[in-house]
């Protein structure tokens, strides 16, 4: 079961190319992407309203699409508009469309009531293409549900444990307890760990005197949207004070979206303000994420596993959870809330 009325990320802007095709399933749904000759991005069901066969396998003709089992053609509004052999179309053949919005790189879809569709709720995520900002597009498809992956990443006690090589850090980093705190349609992390090592991905771009002062400070918010700020700055020079000297700085933007119950699509972006003349830089850091993000897939993709074996299993909560139980509860909130507001005969159906 999946929220509906929010804005999940459907794919990076550079999927969607021109004249092309774009198939991918999100909550359970087929949905084909593409550009109409403006540029513009359309969003439809990828399912002819006619036998079912996927659109995305069809042809594109000027701004409309040609099923290409049965030869129905529809515009970007959903509405078929040319049925081979048969001059009168029923008003009802049609394709669902969805709301769509592109913005910072990102194509964000709205799988439920378009009427509730406010584009101004759509999360901040300027600094993927801010020129004061680098960063390099990310995607790494997960055979696991995404709560799962969600409560990852609200747990930085698994990173010197999962990423020692990587993002981790000394094992006294998992002993440092974030703040945690609800705001709408999620949490709020703050985390400061002081005089400590410089974790390996940024060691291997900036030169550190010694050790650092390291933070991490972000939102995770409905759907599964998260965005941080995060970095480290020499040890004693004022970081918590808000005084950022010779620091390295990151602005991570991360979206999960649910492909299926057991599958998610995980878009990602870490960009950072310093070095942005050295594309090396930018790549070794995002190599260096994409390194640790395989490295919770690996781990993940086992619990997952692990918990198929026994549906019946209870995760044991503790301390460390507080963030993850938090967010669960927020999800479990909405889905209740939308389920109330159903018409009854869809939530008996």
């Known amino acids: 079961m999946f929220i ?18 774009f198939a991918r399933v ?5 949905v084909l992407l593409y550009r109409e000759e403006g540029g513009g991005v359309v969003a439809l069901e990828d399912r002819c309203c006619h036998r ?3 659109l995305s396998v069809g042809r594109r003709e000027g701004d409309c699409v040609r099923c290409m089992y049965h030869g129905l053609k529809f515009d ?7 049925a ?24 964000w879809i709205w799988m439920g009531d378009s009427s509730l569709a406010d584009p101004e709720t759509i999360p901040d995520t300027h600094w993927l293409d801010d020129p004061q900002w680098r960063s390099l597009p990310g995607y790494i498809h997960y055979n696991v549900n995404y709560l799962l992956i969600c409560d990852n990443l609200l747990d930085f006690s698994h990173l010197p444990f999962v990423h020692p090589t990587t993002l981790g850090g000394p094992e006294d980093y998992a002993k440092v307890q974030p703040k945690v705190e609800r705001i709408d349609g999620g949490v709020r992390i703050t985390r400061w760990t002081l005089n400590t090592d410089a974790p390996p991905f940024a060691a291997a771009v900036k030169n550190w005197p010694g050790k650092v002062d390291r933070w991490n400070f972000y939102d995770f918010t409905i ?5 941080m700020d995060s970095g480290m700055a020499p040890v004693g020079t004022g970081a918590q004070e808000g005084a950022r000297v010779d620091a390295a700085e990151f602005r991570g933007c991360q979206a999960l979206t649910p492909e299926t ?7 990602f972006g870490h960009p950072h303000n310093f070095a942005i003349d050295q594309p090396d830089v930018t790549r070794a850091i995002h190599q260096a994420v994409v390194d640790a993000f395989d490295e919770d897939r690996d781990i993940i993709t086992a619990q997952q596993r692990n918990l198929a074996l026994d549906p019946g299993f209870r995760m044991m909560p503790f301390g460390i959870d507080a963030a993850l139980s938090q967010f669960r509860w927020t999800v479990n909130q909405r889905l209740e809330e939308e389920k109330r507001q159903m018409p009854e005969a869809v939530r008996g159906a």
């Open 52 to 54: 079912g066969a996927p």
């Open 223 to 227: 759907p599964a949207i998260l965005r």
């Open 76 to 82: 970007s509004t959903g509405t078929c508009v040319e």
């Open 4 to 21: 509906r009325n929010t804005w999940y990320v459907a794919a990076w802007s550079h999927e969607v190319e021109s004249e092309a095709l």
């Open 26 to 30: 999100i909550t359970g749904i087929p």
């Open 84 to 107: 081979p052999a048969q001059q009168r179309i029923p008003p009802q053949a049609k394709v669902r469309t969805f709301p769509v919005v592109e913005r910072h790189q990102w194509i």
């Open 261 to 267: 119950e057991n599958s998610t699509h995980y878009f």
